[in-house]
C-alpha cells in the first residue's frame, strides 16, 4: 500500500524555522513522481506551497524566497524546508504524489496520494 507520511511540524516563533519531511513507503520514489507540498488553514482553501518533478519545481509567490523543496530518493523523502516564517504561514501542511511526465503538477486535484498532514504554528 503507498502511503506518505509527513513529520516535522510544530510550534515556531515569527522568523524561526522548520524542516517538514514526507516520506514514502510501500513503493520507490523516483523522480518522475511528483510531489507537493499543499497547506490549509482553518476556514481556507487547500493552497499549492511548492512541488517538484523531474527536477523542476516550483513555489508560490507567498513562500518564494523562504521555503525550499528538495527530495532524497535514497531516503524515500522529500523536504520542505522553511525559514522567515510568518504567522499567516500557519496551517496543516500535506504532501502528495502524482506520476507526471514533463511538467510540474500544482493543483491539489492533480494528486493520487496524500499524507495525513503535519500542523504548523507560527506564533509569539
Known amino acids: 500500500q503507498r502511503q506518505l507520511v509527513e513529520s516535522g511540524g510544530g510550534l515556531v516563533q515569527p522568523g524561526g524555522s522548520l524542516r517538514l519531511s514526507c516520506a514514502a513507503s510501500?513503493?520507490?520514489?523516483?523522480?518522475?513522481?511528483?510531489i507537493g507540498w499543499f497547506r490549509q488553514a482553518p476556514g481556507k482553501e487547500r493552497e499549492g506551497v511548492s512541488c517538484?518533478?523531474?527536477?523542476?519545481?516550483y513555489y508560490a509567490d507567498s513562500v518564494k524566497g523562504r521555503f525550499t523543496i528538495s527530495r532524497d530518493n535514497a531516503k524515500n523523502t522529500v523536504y520542505l524546508q522553511m525559514i522567515s516564517l510568518k504567522p499567516e504561514d500557519t496551517a496543516t501542511y500535506y504532501c502528495?504524489?502524482?506520476?507526471?511526465?514533463?511538467?510540474?503538477?500544482?493543483?491539489?486535484?492533480?494528486?493520487?496520494?496524500w499524507g495525513q498532514g503535519t500542523q504548523v504554528t507560527v506564533s509569539s
Open positions: 510501500g513503493f520507490t520514489l523516483q523522480d518522475y513522481y511528483a
Open positions: 502528495a504524489t502524482t506520476i507526471r511526465r514533463g511538467y510540474v503538477p500544482i493543483r491539489s486535484g492533480d494528486y493520487d496520494i
Open positions: 517538484i518533478n523531474e527536477g523542476r519545481t
